[in-house]
């Protein structure tokens, strides 16, 4: 078998490992507005640990995505913790302290005197707010740091562990398309489908089922493009839009996609308004020169280079400019 290539980050590894071994309670944190890596990363976390005999919650401050509820486990997910019931807390693929969520209303998340974290995470923008941080960028998902750490431990990976992985990491590298995608994501996507994972069910729930009112919603996006004077494709989602659609905030998810498929666009930005006030912005690019990351940071927000995003209070209103020629 061939050797996966990926620099590993040996010490954590093992600091985590015991660190795990060691506590008797567990709780795991997916970040806010949680995404299918965020969730296959922490039930398949769960699963195991639960299977060293460890009590073990899972948590996150906002409702689990459709996408994710076939996961098993996912049914039982906490949306309010006491961090102090806990010897050990877990977060996976919180690209910022920030995207803990909890952290607003416990403070001793942050705080290594106070609660013993260990941080697992894939984004550039991670400020490695754990006693443990075991963040790789070059990772395509936490899912397959995941992996990576299972086997570091000898840890069995279970065909349901192995869905709720292919999952995560099947979703980061929008199957398979985005340019994470090397050849040591798709050797542990095969491992992982070679373990039971159930991938075909990965694939229609993720990139497959589209709801009609949200097809009608992305019809208001598409409509609305336009490309602006450097070169960036730019749409809007307003509250009304999803009330004439009858669709929400989430129905948006993996629409990004398609409006970063024109040729010679520089980059593509979603700006939404998301009915709780706030406006929510989606950043992509094809190209190696441009930094979104970067640009998401000067509106609060972070990511990766060829995809970020940033969250800041406020409506959205639209301008057209027209001339008499
Ligand atoms: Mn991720």
Not at 24 to 39: E, G, Q, R
Not at 113 to 124: A, E, Q, R, S
Not at 237 to 261: C, H, P, R
Request: aromatic share 8%.
């Amino acid at each position: 078998m061939e050797k996966i290539k990926t620099h590993i980050h040996f010490k954590a590894f093992d600091q985590a490992k015991i660190m795990m071994l060691k506590a008797k309670s567990i709780l795991i944190i997916s970040h806010k507005n949680p995404d299918a890596d965020s969730i296959g990363a922490n039930l398949a976390l769960r699963e195991i640990l639960e299977k060293l005999g460890k009590k073990v919650d899972s948590a996150c401050i906002d409702p689990i995505p459709e996408n994710c509820t076939f996961l098993s486990g996912s049914d039982s997910y906490l949306r309010e913790i006491n961090p102090f019931q806990y010897e050990l807390i877990i977060s996976v693929d919180c690209g910022g302290h920030k995207l803990l969520g909890f952290h607003e209303k416990h403070p001793e998340l942050l705080d290594p005197n106070k609660t013993l974290l260990i941080n697992f995470d894939h984004h550039p923008s991670n400020d490695n707010f754990g006693l443990v941080n075991i963040v790789m960028e070059k990772s395509p998902s936490t899912c397959f740091i995941l992996y990576l750490f299972f086997n570091y431990c000898a840890w069995d990976i279970s065909p349901n562990m192995a869905t709720a992985m292919f999952h995560g990491l099947y979703y980061d590298t929008g199957s398979f398309m985005h340019s994470n995608t090397d050849a040591d994501t798709l050797r542990i996507a095969g491992r992982l489908k070679a373990l039971g994972g159930k991938h075909e069910k990965c694939v229609k729930t993720l990139f497959k089922s589209k709801k009609l009112n949200q097809l009608r919603l992305w019809g208001r996006v598409l409509e609305r493009i336009q490309i602006n004077a450097d070169g960036g494709l730019i749409s809007a989602v307003k509250n009304e839009d999803y009330k004439a659609t009858n669709s929400k905030f989430e129905d948006l998810s993996g629409l990004i996609y398609y409006l970063n498929m024109v040729p010679d666009t520089k980059f593509t930005m979603l700006i939404t308004e998301d009915m709780k006030g706030n406006i929510k912005g989606s950043l992509r690019t094809e190209r190696e020169d441009i930094n979104l990351s970067k640009i998401a940071g000067f509106l609060g927000g972070g990511g990766h280079k060829k995809a970020a995003g940033f969250t800041i209070p406020g409506r959205l209103e639209e301008k057209r400019n027209w001339t008499v020629m």
